[in-house]
């Protein structure tokens, strides 16, 4: 007898997208799952918390790990902003200025800054006195800090802010200066307050980034009262020869970043709805 047109076709056809999209999912679970218990089934517990979570050496990093590592991390880290946002803006309007060299300077030094590791800058500094005989960076082991996580920063901060000035509508800037305002004048009182608003989020993100890479202080050689989280967790990793103060010092970057990543996302979302 004849075979009744699509009767042999494949059961796998038949099904619809949506089971085929939850037979996928349970699949990728139970791949999930089995390689979470065969990490949990391999790993040797107690061989990890006695290097990574010893109670009593964890114990030794306070109080200095919030009196000094985390309060000299927030030091470097709001003195390198401040002067990456400031020096980031005057990037960002020359890079839109209608002078040549001004653009060709701003660019140049973006190029530059964003190309070179921050590694590499953190290691030059401590050469500036050599370079520069009698040349002394203001505040100390701070001001190297400071100055360091600044030039960084404020190559990505000048690109946030040319973005968010060009995102200002042309009309706002022909309005002010139907008012009788100056170029000068339309520029601070219009278009750098609404930009300023506009690059909220990402420069909260570039925040959080520059906390990060406070950690590349420890490579101008800080010691005593200037260390700052890593350099703190990595002494006492040694002192003690237990990686535990390593994990106290992640942890304690983790609870200042993860709720200022946060705070960027909400950010985002409230400039989205705004919109």
């Known amino acids: 007898m004849a075979e009744l047109p699509g009767t042999a076709e494949p059961v796998r056809a038949r099904l619809s997208p949506r089971k085929k999209q939850r037979i996928s999912r349970g699949i990728q679970y139970a791949l999930l799952i089995a390689a979470l218990v065969g990490v949990v089934l391999y790993a040797d517990w107690p061989s990890l918390a006695q290097n990574f979570a010893k109670v009593d050496v964890a114990a030794e990093a306070l109080p ?9 991390t927030i030091i470097y880290t709001v ?5 990456s946002a400031v020096f980031g803006l005057l990037l960002a309007l020359m890079r839109l200025s209608t002078v040549r060299p001004y653009r060709w300077i701003s660019s140049i030094y973006i190029e530059i800054f964003r190309g070179l590791p921050a590694l590499l800058i953190f290691l030059l500094i401590t050469f500036l006195p050599l370079a520069l005989p009698g040349f002394v960076v203001p ?39 139907s008012l009788g305002m100056s170029a000068a004048r339309s520029q601070v009182t219009v278009v750098i307050p609404q930009a300023i608003r506009i690059v909220i989020p990402p420069t909260t993100n570039q925040f ?4 990060k890479d406070s950690s590349l202080v420890l490579f101008l050689g800080v010691s005593g009262e200037y260390v700052e989280l890593a350099k703190f967790g990595n002494d006492l990793a040694s002192q003690y020869a237990n990686a535990t103060p390593i994990m106290v010092a992640g942890i304690t970057y983790l609870i200042v970043t993860i709720p200022l990543g946060y705070l960027a996302g ?6 989205g709805t705004g919109r």
């Not at 200095?64 to 985390?70: D, G, I, K, N, R």
């Not at 003195?79 to 002067?83: D, E, I, N």
């Open 79 to 83: 003195g390198g902003f401040v002067l």
């Open 139 to 177: 505040f100390g082991t701070y001001g190297q800090g400071i100055l360091g996580l600044g030039l960084v920063g404020a190559a990505y901060q000048a690109e946030i802010f040319r973005a968010g000035l060009q995102a200002v509508p042309r009309g706002q800037v022909e309005a002010a200066r």
């Open 64 to 72: 200095e790990l919030f009196t000094v590592a985390l309060r000299n």
């Open 266 to 271: 909400r950010l985002e979302k409230l400039k």
């Open 208 to 211: 959080v980034a520059l906390l």
